[in-house]
């Protein structure tokens, strides 16, 4: 990283782990560094969420939730960063596309602008299955893996509070599997669906009971950021 940040050549690290907020203090200031958080990936490509606002890239987890706490009790207008999902060739990086992030004109096809994604998407099949929240809304969505396009999306349930007023659920990430034609995944909000890939229906849904972690309560089951 410092030999990145003094040639001034581009640099994306992607992954998190112990040593995530060490390595962002190291490379703050750096413009050309960037830290893609999770991925997950097929054959012959990377898909990875970030935020779209690079000065948010280079805060640590406990600064972001301090931010965070900061706006939900509006001690602050600075709103909530865009998210946005990439598809990216393994063997050389290049982006082949985007979803999420700013809204657009409709005839882009961005259905997925200024949807806060819950983590990396779950792939399987040449397709991916993506948790995310949207006009305070949780749904789950199938892109085809070759383009990102948005090929169905099924509503899964409304949270208590919208994620933009909820610091704890902005540190979860959704997970899943999918098994013999059902897509199994969480959803950050304590509950678990499984979705029928055929009819894009829900098949059943399970609360998860809840653990306490430090000061706060987190349902078993769900990821940290």
């Known amino acids: 990283i410092r030999a990145f940040k003094k040639s001034g050549k581009k640099l994306k690290i992607a992954g998190d782990g112990p040593d995530l907020a060490r390595l962002q203090r190291i490379a703050a200031g750096a413009s050309n560094i960037e830290f893609l958080g999770r991925v997950t990936s097929d054959r012959d490509r990377l ?11 280079l805060r640590s987890a406990e600064e972001s939730l301090q931010l965070r706490m900061l706006m939900n ?5 600075s709103s909530t960063e865009l998210w946005e999902l990439i598809g990216a060739e393994k063997s050389t990086g290049r982006r082949l596309w985007t979803a999420g992030g700013e809204r657009v004109e409709d005839r882009f096809r961005n259905e997925l602008s200024q949807a ?5 998407p779950i792939v399987a099949e040449g397709r991916l299955y993506q948790v ?7 749904s789950v969505g199938c892109l085809e893996a070759s383009s990102g396009q948005l090929l169905w999306s099924t509503p899964l349930l409304t949270p208590e509070f919208s994620i933009q007023q909820d610091a704890r659920r902005q540190l979860l990430s959704a997970r899943g599997l999918v098994h013999k034609g059902v897509l199994i995944a969480s959803t950050t909000a304590g509950w678990v669906f499984a979705i ?5 229906s829900i098949l059943w849904a399970q609360q998860l009971p809840v ?4 000061q706060m309560r987190i349902p078993r089951g769900m990821g940290r950021g």
């Open 47 to 57: 898909y990875v969420v970030y935020g779209v606002n690079d000065a948010a890239s």
């Open 211 to 214: 653990v306490q972690e430090g």
């Open 196 to 200: 029928d890939l055929l009819t894009h």
């Open 132 to 138: 995310f929240e949207r006009d305070g809304l949780i």
């Open 116 to 120: 806060w994604f819950f983590g990396p």
């Open 73 to 77: 009790r509006g001690n602050t207008t």
